[in-house]
Each structure stands twice: as structure tokens, then as C-alpha cells.
């Protein structure tokens, strides 16, 4: 991670540690801090203004070992395989790879059969997922906003790195794919948070109130995605 300073100078974070680290010069951070970014698989680091580099880089080696074990911690990135039972908006399906046929994707008695190279399997259940779940959550969102007078205009699937869902003020909802993977009552949950947002938008009490009432199992829901979010992350 290279940083600007002042003089026109950069100064390569990564270069002088060792290893690749996100880093954040803020003026509104009072003292650094250090974390660790589960998503990208790497630390963050948030520099005050007037820190200097030499301090920045001398606070991370201190923390080397905490980082070595923190990163340690992160399950390991999955690929979809034969053979594996996946929950798909809160059924299960068993993969089903059948290399020779040419019928591509599709879900026949509980099991998602799947068409192709192996090297290529990963991607097509996740393809198949994101357009199940496109059509999916674009239904399922339209039929809840009509409950509270609202318009969907769009619905689009994204692969992000840390945001499960978003509504514009044109709304326009996004979810991530990887959220039909998760139980139903937790797809629920977001589609509810998203779909209140078109009559809210922000976090008040009255979102809050909105979204209890469309999903009185929200708190479930919510919680689900703060103890298990991860274990979804390890679909690449």
C-alpha cells in the first residue's frame, strides 16, 4: 500500500513490512489503530494526520504476532464441489456434477445438477445461484414493498466484499448473492432491511419499527448474519 504525502513522495507500507496491509490516513483519527479486513484476508491500518510513517510502520511490528494469528483465524476461502448439500433460499440441494451432459444448470428432487469442465463447476453454481437469485429477490421484494405502498424500480445481485444488501433513493435495491445461501428467515431479514429503507432512509426508530412489522423475526435474522456472515464469505 503506497501512500501520498505532502511532498509528492510515496511511501510503499507493504514495501517496508513485508506483507500487503491496507492503510488509512485519517484526520479524524485520534491514535492508530489496527484491524483486521476478513474480507480482503489482510490488516487494515487507520494513521492519524499527524502521525509520521516511521511511528505507523514501528506500531505494526509490535503487532506482527496478533496478526499473524488474527489472519490465521479467517476460514479458508471455498469453492462449490460435487457432491455438497447447499442451503438455496432455505432449501437444500445436493451438486450434482455430470461433466458429459449439456442440459447446463438446473434443480430436479433436491438436487442441483450441473453440466461442464470441473475446473468450471464453481462458477456455474454460482452463476446459476445469481440468477435464481435475481428473479428470487426481485419478487420477493416488489410483493413486501406493496405492503407499505412502496415501488421497487430494480433489483441487481453484486459480488461485494462486505455489504450484504443497499437501497438508493431511486429505489434501486442491490443484494449479495452469497445471501441466498443463508437460512430462510435470515433472507427474510434482509430483504425486509432493504425493502424498508424505500420508506426510510435511515436507521430510526421508524425504519426499525417498519421493518419489525414486515419481519417479526428480524432480531434472529440480524443476529444470524453477525455470528455466521463469515462462514458465507468463504464462497469466493
Not at 60 to 85: C, D
Not at 131 to 153: N, T
Request: hydrophobic letters at 35%; proline letters at 3%; a positive charge.
Amino acid at each position: 500500500m503506497k501512500i501520498t504525502l505532502l511532498t509528492g513522495k510515496t511511501f510503499d507500507f507493504a514495501q517496508a513490512l513485508g506483507f500487503e496491509i491496507k492503510v488509512t490516513r485519517s484526520p479524524l483519527a485520534r491514535k492508530l489503530t489496527l484491524r483486521i479486513d476478513a474480507k480482503e484476508r489482510i490488516p487494515a491500518l487507520t494513521i492519524p494526520k499527524y502521525c509520521t510513517n516511521k511511528k505507523a510502520v514501528e506500531f505494526v511490528r509490535a503487532h506482527q504476532t496478533w496478526i499473524v494469528e488474527s489472519l490465521s483465524k479467517i476460514p479458508s476461502l471455498r469453492s462449490f464441489e460435487n457432491g455438497e448439500t447447499i442451503s438455496l433460499f432455505g432449501k437444500e440441494y445436493q451438486i450434482n456434477h455430470q461433466p458429459q451432459a449439456r442440459r447446463g444448470e438446473y434443480i430436479k428432487s433436491g438436487i442441483l445438477y450441473v453440466s461442464g469442465e470441473k475446473e468450471f463447476l464453481h462458477r456455474r453454481v454460482k452463476d446459476f445461484i445469481k440468477k435464481k437469485a435475481a428473479d428470487e429477490f426481485y419478487k420477493r421484494s416488489v410483493r413486501l414493498a406493496d405492503k407499505i405502498d412502496c415501488k421497487v424500480c430494480d433489483v441487481c445481485i453484486k459480488d461485494t466484499k462486505s455489504r450484504w444488501g443497499s437501497c438508493s433513493s431511486r429505489c434501486n435495491i442491490n443484494y449479495n448473492w452469497r445471501i441466498a445461501l443463508a437460512p430462510s428467515f435470515v433472507i427474510n431479514y434482509l430483504i425486509t432491511h432493504e425493502v424498508s429503507h424505500l420508506l426510510h432512509q435511515d436507521h430510526s426508530s421508524d425504519f426499525w419499527d417498519t421493518v419489525q412489522a414486515l419481519c417479526p423475526r428480524y432480531k434472529e435474522g440480524r443476529e444470524w448474519l453477525k455470528e455466521h456472515g463469515r462462514e458465507l464469505y468463504q464462497y469466493r
